[in-house]
Nanobody, 115 residues
Framework: QVQLVESGGGLVQAGESLRLACAAS????????MAWYRQAPGKQREFVAI???????NYAGSVKGRFTISRDNDNNTVFLQMTNLKPEDTAVYYC?????????WGQGTQVTVSS
């Protein structure tokens, strides 16, 4: 059974940083492409960043240059380092495989950025 548990969210001011973690069980973050997604109030869930099984990364245009996705193979965890946060980054952040699997969605972690 796959379980993805997100953590690290919080309330910060614009310009500050946060580091999110996604602890995975039942799936290897090393051999699967893993991604971060987010859902803001009243909006659809959107792609944020991806790390491929070969370590290649890609980002949504809105976060490129500010967010960094990485993984710890030994601890089977995926991270999202977020810097220079903006109010429009406010959302619930989730991790999942790429392509997504519906049954893999976790509870997410809330990120709130005040101006």
């Amino acid at each position: 059974q796959v379980q993805l548990v997100e953590s690290g969210g919080g309330l910060v001011q614009a310009g500050e940083s946060l580091r999110l973690a996604c602890a995975a069980s039942g799936i290897s973050v090393r051999t699967n492409a893993m991604a971060w997604y987010r859902q803001a109030p009243g909006k659809q869930r959107e792609f944020v960043a991806i790390i491929g099984s070969n370590g290649s990364v890609n980002y949504a245009g809105s976060v490129k240059g500010r967010f960094t996705i990485s993984r710890d193979n030994d601890n089977n965890t995926v991270f999202l380092q977020m810097t220079n946060l903006k109010p429009e980054d406010t959302a619930v952040y989730y991790c999942n495989r790429w392509p997504t699997v519906n049954t893999y969605w976790g509870q997410g972690t809330q990120v709130t950025v005040s101006s």
